[in-house]
């Protein structure tokens, strides 16, 4: 066979035993799987290969947050026009196709959402790439999903280069120094995002981070500013808030790239659990678990207890079920929570897991001073929890079994009548 | 003439890298975490020590023989906390505004595990100069770290050394801040200080595999 009959595929599959044992192997076949499947065999007994691998599994995820991230491009450019108007007193009426769904608004995505990916996938996986030519194995499709989530959970304006350093370190620390994907405590994404939370935090927080140019805009006659939801509630500006619950629904508001729309986060939620990629346990328990901590708070503030004035007036009496519109809490419950590497893995385990994220997110919310949201944070810090509950919920279940057979009084064996018969007839 | 036989250098020369005190016994992290935030009070604490390992070191060494085993805890307290409140009374004279910075733990050296460590695995069977050499080389051990650390965490957190800018004035905008730098605020709070220290560690087993422990 001449070589201008090779396939495309073919060659691939000779370049790689060209480059096999060499230091750049896992980087032509990182590149290599990612277009055709590899003609390696399994080598030792007998496998049974799922279609679904870990490839695959990822892909699904990426599909789920497509919609998100073509939201976000809109919205982006949405948000920019809408606080332009706003700072100038225009009043707007919103129409999907006339002042939503536009190119002006696409463009502002385009020139601002896309070099957020590209950062953080380029970053991201030059990181994976490097570890895995050093320590010898394959580029490992963790970072494909987190790649995806870092720039729909930073505000618009994050500077790019902070969103380097922090993906770097995201990698390494969060990632990289426990073995790789698979091994890791903490939620990469959530690691890059708290690290950017402590690391910079006025490009984190604030009224002005979460539309296009509001930070170069300040102190200048054309500023804007778009406060977020909970930003509004966090200094009790209950009057300024002019969202409509189909607005937050939808997600036509002001917030970090794509946590906005609770709309599509849900459909991609449904085709996550459709799929069976991610634990509907998690997420239903995380939406009871907010929703609890929100009836609580609302309890108390009917109660009485809690005057006007109070720091947290605005946030206790959000309504319960709102709390799951704004912020990230639908965001983090979905794409998030249900990481099946950090999370529980039993099931008793992931409601536990789930209902504490979801009551301590709201918690976190409410009483944090320095920043009305507290998503991440309980998403991280059940993290660190997870293998605990695991734990006690596979011990709980040993010590039931135990129990159960102390107890069980063992019966005096029946004398097996088949056996009987036959050795009546043999004799 | 070689200043030191080869045995007593190793003394010295040991902590400083294949024993650290910091990285691979671990030891003295409290202090390590709470006060490397500046380059400044990490050089303070680690003369500090210096000073009350030294020193302490020394008189536990000398008093070997004579301390009862029963109560040898009770006496390294007392020589270390002499020590430490001489070091405190110095520090409070002569650099008040430092010692309110490095507050309790100046006092907290007390409990430094690295001190206490050195009394009864060092100082208690050894003689005078090995145990001086054995104590200089230990805190000079701790102070390294805290030295590095502390260059790491008030460079990039703050943007300064010794308290002096070095990036650039980040009000007026202006060395590395006019192309939108920042100090990364990250690196004033103790986690950071956990981390650089464990990537010390990491850098430093991948450097001499003989560190790394079989599981």
Request: net charge negative; proline share 5%; aromatic share 8%.
């Given at each position: 066979m001449s070589d201008k009959r090779l396939t495309f595929k073919k060659r691939l599959h000779i370049l790689k035993h060209h480059y096999?044992?060499?230091?750049m192997a896992p980087a032509f076949n990182a590149i290599h799987t990612f277009l055709f499947s590899p003609d390696d065999t399994t080598h030792s007994g007998a496998h049974v290969r799922g279609a679904d691998d870990l490839k695959r599994t990822m892909n699904m995820v990426i599909m789920a947050l497509l919609p998100v991230l073509l939201f976000s491009m809109f919205n982006a450019g949405y948000q920019y026009y809408a606080a332009i108007d706003a700072a100038n007193n225009v009043s707007r009426e919103f129409s999907l196709w006339d002042t939503f769904l536009t190119w002006d608004n696409f463009w502002i995505g385009i020139i601002k959402v896309l070099p957020l990916v590209v950062v953080s996938y380029g970053v991201g996986l030059l990181v994976e790439f490097i570890f895995a030519i050093i320590k010898g194995h394959e580029v490992e499709e963790g970072y494909l999903v987190t790649g995806m989530l870092v720039p729909l959970i930073v505000?618009?304006?994050?500077p790019l280069w902070m969103l380097a350093v922090a993906v770097v370190f995201g990698v390494v620390i969060g990632k990289e120094v426990f073995g790789g994907t698979g091994m890791n405590i903490l939620n990469p994404a959530l690691t890059i995002r708290a690290f950017l939370f402590f690391a910079y935090p006025t490009w984190m927080s604030?009224?002005?981070?979460?539309?296009?140019?509001a930070v170069e805009r300040?102190?200048?006659?054309d500023a804007i500013s778009g406060e977020t939801v909970l930003g509004a509630l966090a200094q009790n500006n209950l009057a300024e808030l002019n969202y409509s619950v189909s607005d937050m629904f939808f997600g036509f508001i002001p917030g970090?790239?794509?946590?906005?729309s609770t709309f599509l986060i849900l459909l991609g939620g449904l085709f996550l659990i459709y799929s069976k990629i991610a634990s509907w346990r998690i997420m239903l328990s995380a939406v009871i678990g907010s929703l609890v901590m929100g009836l609580i708070f609302n309890l108390v503030v009917d109660m009485g207890v809690?005057?006007?004035?109070?720091?947290f007036y605005g946030l206790m009496s959000f309504?319960?079920?709102k709390h799951l519109l704004v912020g990230g809490l639908a965001f983090g419950i979905v794409?998030?929570?249900?990481?099946p590497v950090t999370g529980s893995q039993t099931n008793k385990g992931k409601w536990i897991y789930g209902f504490l994220i979801g009551f301590m997110s709201v918690m976190i919310r409410v009483f944090n001073p320095a920043y009305p949201e507290g998503v991440f944070l309980a998403i991280l810090l059940m993290n660190v929890f997870a293998p605990t509950i695991d734990h006690y919920v596979v011990k709980a279940n040993i010590n039931k079994r135990l129990k159960r057979f102390k107890n069980?009084?063992?019966?005096?064996?029946?004398?097996d009548s088949k056996a009987e018969e036959l050795k009546a007839e043999t004799v | 003439m070689a200043l030191l036989s080869k045995k007593d250098a190793n003394l010295i020369k040991d902590p400083l890298a294949?024993?650290?005190?910091?990285?691979?016994?671990?030891?003295?992290?409290c202090s390590a975490l709470a006060i490397t935030a500046e380059l400044k009070a990490s050089v303070v604490m680690a003369i500090s020590v210096l000073f009350v390992l030294g020193i302490g070191n020394v008189v536990i060494s000398l008093m070997r023989n004579i301390i009862p085993s029963k109560i040898r805890i009770i006496v390294q307290l007392i020589v270390v906390a002499t020590l430490v409140i001489i070091v405190d009374q110095v520090l409070k004279a002569f650099a008040y505004e430092l010692s309110k910075t490095l507050s309790v733990f100046v006092g907290l050296i007390i409990t430094n595990c690295i001190i206490m460590g050195r009394f009864e695995a060092f100082a208690l069977g050894n003689g005078p100069w090995r145990s001086f050499l054995d104590g200089i080389g230990n805190s000079l051990g701790y102070g390294i770290i805290l030295v590095i650390v502390g260059f790491f965490r008030e460079l990039l957190?703050?943007?300064?050394?010794f308290g002096i800018?070095?990036?650039?004035?980040p009000i007026n905008k202006?060395?590395?801040?006019?192309?939108?730098y920042e100090n990364?605020?990250?690196?004033?709070?103790p986690p950071a200080a956990l981390i650089v220290v464990g990537i010390i560690i990491w850098v430093q087993r991948s450097k001499n595999k003989a560190l790394i422990e079989d599981n």
């Open positions: 096999r044992d060499k230091k505000p618009i304006d994050t604030g009224d002005k981070v979460w539309v296009y140019q300040t102190g200048t006659a970090s790239v794509g946590e906005t809690i005057s006007e004035a109070s720091n309504e319960y079920w794409y998030m929570a249900t990481d069980a009084t063992i019966l005096p064996k029946d004398s | 294949d024993n650290n005190p910091i990285t691979i016994q671990v030891l003295g992290i957190g703050s943007g300064t050394l800018p070095v990036l650039g004035n202006t060395g590395l801040y006019a192309l939108g990364n605020g990250f690196m004033i709070i």
